[in-house]
Nanobody
Framework: QVQLVESGGGLVQPGGSLRLSCAASGIAFSIATGGWYRQAPGNQRESVATLTGNGYANYADSVKGRFTISRDNSKNTLYLQMNSLKPEDTAVYYC?????????WGQGTQVTVSS
């Protein structure tokens, strides 16, 4: 079965950086679309960044220029480098893998941006 395991969340001060990782099994990010989503309390889950199998990246307007999505095919791991973090980036971040009509989610990792 498919498993997505996120890591790298935590508490960071405004302006700081974090890198999230998503290790996958049962799905290959080299051909699937990998993505990062987030959900803050009281809000709906929203897309942060996606990366297609052929390398096309798409970002939410709120994170463009600050976040970078990437992957390591040899490790089958998806990353989200987050720089210049703001308090409004505080949320649970979820990894997603999508292939054909199937969509899979990780358990989420908390990111808190606060002084």
């Amino acid at each position: 079965q498919v498993q997505l395991v996120e890591s790298g969340g935590g508490l960071v001060q405004p302006g700081g950086s974090l890198r999230l990782s998503c290790a996958a099994s049962g799905i290959a990010f080299s051909i699937a679309t990998g993505g990062w989503y987030r959900q803050a309390p009281g809000n709906q889950r929203e897309s942060v960044a996606t990366l297609t199998g052929n390398g096309y990246a798409n970002y939410a307007d709120s994170v463009k220029g600050r976040f970078t999505i990437s992957r390591d095919n040899s490790k089958n791991t998806l990353y989200l480098q987050m720089n210049s973090l703001k308090p409004e980036d505080t949320a649970v971040y979820y990894c997603n893998g999508r292939f054909t009509y199937q969509s899979y989610w990780g358990q989420g990792t908390q990111v808190t941006v606060s002084s």
